[in-house]
């Protein structure tokens, strides 16, 4: 099990950070441009732990010699049921260094979206701290 894993189920923000290269770059499921930096990613995912409620991994699958994770999860925003998967590389280092993220169905991509987009100003606000 990744560092990362262990630090989401612990809903352990500083330690989801820190599995985190400094050159991470993260890929919202529901934002075509990527965001590049450990801050910013970190920002971003201090928002989904305030968004997803009942957030578990229920499979876990790796590749590429244990450089690649595919962290398949089930969540809920509200009513609304998730399905994703996190997908991660990491570096020589054993930190992260790419982070994609897909969700299903479409309407728990547009709940998504909008709870993000509520938390938008407060993840930018700490990502230049």
Request: net charge negative.
């Amino acid at each position: 099990m990744t560092s990362f894993r262990k630090a989401v189920e612990a809903r352990d923000p500083d330690a989801m950070a820190a599995a985190l290269a400094e050159n991470v770059v993260f890929r919202s499921p529901v934002a075509f441009k990527p965001y590049p930096g450990k801050a910013i990613t970190a920002a971003i995912l201090r928002g989904v732990l305030r968004v997803f409620e009942d957030f578990r991994y229920v499979r876990e699958l790796s590749g590429g010699e244990g450089r690649d994770h595919a962290l398949v999860f089930e969540a809920r925003i509200g009513d609304t049921r998730v399905e994703g998967c996190d997908f991660l590389h990491f570096d020589d280092d054993g930190l992260i260094d790419e982070f994609t993220v897909m969700v299903r169905p479409l309407s728990a991509a547009q709940a998504l979206s909008a709870a993000m987009a509520a938390q938008f100003d407060q993840i930018q606000r700490e990502a230049l701290n």
